[in-house]
């Protein structure tokens, strides 16, 4: 079975600072998405960024990336110039077909 | 981008009652629609597969007397709390698919009292 796992329940990052966040991932399938979602306290899931599997270079968006280690199973995410709208639970995913699996959630505080 | 809209945002229903709560996909069809369960501070939980014109498929350990789901159309997914019970307050997601990308809908709130 797929599981994702987020070993970090908490973070806390100076604003315009870097932080990472760390995922990793359980399969054994060689043909799947991996994502990263933000819930703001709205609660409105929106997507961050998205790596496809057999894609080898880092997905990035804009102050967003990605370092994907396929073979360590580990896809973690960087936010570059940390701002206050970045406070919100991120959310690893993993996809292959349909379904969705989400790991618990690492909750990201912006210090002012 | 596309958009999935949810409805109610929140609902406060007796226990005993049952309560719907609908899942659109607005600008484009899905014959497939999922549906999570998020408890406080805590992930999406997925729940269960609503097939357009087929019965949905449940996650193990969802009682799917408990929650009834029903799709209808391509735009169109409903989940139904059945009898619900003060343990049944949760915040419930749904989510359709679009090539790779899953869109969500904004969540509902359920309260039972």
């Known amino acids: 079975a797929q599981t994702v796992t987020q070993s970090q329940p908490e973070m806390s990052v100076q604003e315009a600072e870097t932080v990472t966040l760390s995922c990793t991932y359980d399969?054994?399938?060689?043909?799947?998405?991996l994502f990263w979602y933000k819930q703001p306290p709205s609660r409105q899931m929106i997507l961050v960024i998205r790596?496809?599997?057999?894609?080898?270079q880092n997905a990035t968006e804009n102050r967003f990336s990605v370092n994907f280690q396929k073979a360590a199973k580990s896809f973690s995410l960087k936010i570059s110039d940390s701002q206050l709208g970045d406070a919100a639970m991120y959310f690893c995913a993993y996809r292959r077909g349909d379904k969705i699996i989400f790991g618990k959630g690492t909750r990201l505080h912006i210090l002012p | 981008g596309a958009v999935v809209s949810q409805h109610p945002s929140w609902v406060i229903c007796k226990s005993g009652t049952s309560v719907k709560i609908e899942c659109r996909s607005l600008d484009f069809q899905a014959t497939t629609m999922f549906w999570y369960r998020q408890f406080p501070k805590q992930s999406l939980m997925l729940m269960a597969t609503s097939n357009e014109g087929s019965k949905a498929t449940y996650e193990q350990g969802v009682e799917k007397d408990k929650f009834l789901i029903n799709h209808a159309s391509l735009t169109l997914s409903t989940l139904t709390v059945t009898s619900a019970h003060p343990e049944d307050s949760s915040f419930y997601i749904c989510?359709?698919?679009?090539?790779?990308?899953?869109?969500f809908g904004q969540g509902t709130r359920l309260t039972v009292v």
């Open positions: 989510s359709a698919n679009r090539a790779t990308e899953a869109f």
């Open positions: 399969t054994s399938e060689s043909d799947y998405y």
């Open positions: 790596q496809e599997a057999y894609k080898q």
